[in-house]
């Protein structure tokens, strides 16, 4: 791999991203979404964090750290580092050329500062694999292990995934994000044509099983015909 964060190694099973801000395009300001109380507690310490606690919890993340995937605190208080995102998504997106290979499943490493919001890592990762369609579409989650349970939380758009991979600490058995489609219901995310789209791959679905069961029964007519037929016949 060449030097500098932009470099990427194409059979790299792990994909790299600048942390400059200027990669990024700013995510659109508003009102975080009600019900995750988990979010907006970790966004207010991290509100009100000093910059002698961010370096003494980065010193802390850095001596934990195994993978040699340090966190960096500049001077004026921002820090640079790396997480890693495991896309799972249920179907291909669609994409203007080819997409990379195994984008699908594989674990994706972007390097991005604490300044850097969902909706913006969420974006990088659409621009990574050529993906034409819609960040809003597309969502990242945490998730977390707790007393042998997993749980997984939709990230607001406005949250810092940087923050929260350094107050959980480097273990991804702890924490982990994950990219995937919204869930099904929420439906706004799609054009009308889409939408459209969907009702006719529907309908061809159903007239292909409504044909195939029609197909199976005829069979069946045959089958019994034939016997009662064999029945009927004297001997």
């Known amino acids: 791999m060449s030097s500098g964060?932009?470099?990427?190694?194409?059979?790299a099973e792990d994909f790299f991203f600048t942390a400059r801000t200027s990669f990024f395009r700013r995510a659109p300001q508003g009102k975080p979404?009600?019900?995750?109380?988990?979010?907006?507690?970790?966004?207010?310490?991290?509100?009100?964090?000093?910059?002698?606690?961010i370096k003494?919890?980065?010193?802390?993340?850095?001596?934990?750290?195994?993978?040699?995937?340090?966190?960096?605190?500049?001077?004026?208080?921002?820090?640079?580092?790396?997480?890693?995102?495991?896309?799972?998504?249920?179907?291909?997106p669609q994409t203007s050329g080819k997409l990379a290979p195994g984008s699908n499943g594989c674990m994706n490493t972007l390097h991005i500062s604490s300044m850097n919001t969902?909706?913006?890592?969420?974006?990088?990762?659409?621009?990574?694999?050529?993906?034409?369609e819609?960040?809003?579409?597309?969502?990242?989650?945490?998730?977390c292990h707790r007393e042998d349970q997993v749980y997984a939380c939709k990230l607001?758009?406005?949250?810092?995934?940087?923050?929260?991979?350094?107050?959980?600490?480097?273990?991804?058995d702890t924490l982990?994000?994950?990219?995937?489609?919204?869930e099904i219901g929420e439906w706004e995310a799609f054009s009308l044509p889409e939408l459209q789209n969907f009702l006719r791959i529907l309908d061809k679905e159903e007239d292909e099983q409504l044909q195939s069961l029609k197909r199976r029964y005829a069979a069946y007519r045959?089958?019994?015909?034939?016997?009662?037929?064999?029945?009927?016949?004297?001997g």
């Open 33 to 53: 979404r009600a019900g995750q109380q988990d979010v907006e507690k970790e966004k207010e310490t991290h509100n009100y964090l000093s910059k002698e606690e």
């Open 156 to 172: 607001s758009d406005r949250e810092h995934p940087l923050y929260l991979r350094l107050v959980a600490g480097p273990r991804t």
């Open 56 to 92: 003494e919890k980065v010193h802390k993340y850095n001596l934990a750290v195994t993978d040699k995937l340090k966190m960096t605190l500049n001077s004026n208080g921002i820090y640079t580092g790396f997480i890693k995102v495991q896309m799972e998504l249920c179907r291909p």
């Open 222 to 234: 045959q089958q019994l015909e034939a016997a009662l037929s064999e029945v009927r016949t004297p």
């Open 176 to 182: 982990s994000f994950v990219l995937r489609e919204h």
């Open 5 to 11: 964060y932009s470099s990427l190694e194409e059979d």
């Open 118 to 132: 969902v909706g913006e890592v969420i974006e990088a990762l659409l621009k990574k694999f050529l993906v034409t």
């Open 134 to 143: 819609s960040p809003a579409k597309f969502a990242l989650y945490k998730r």
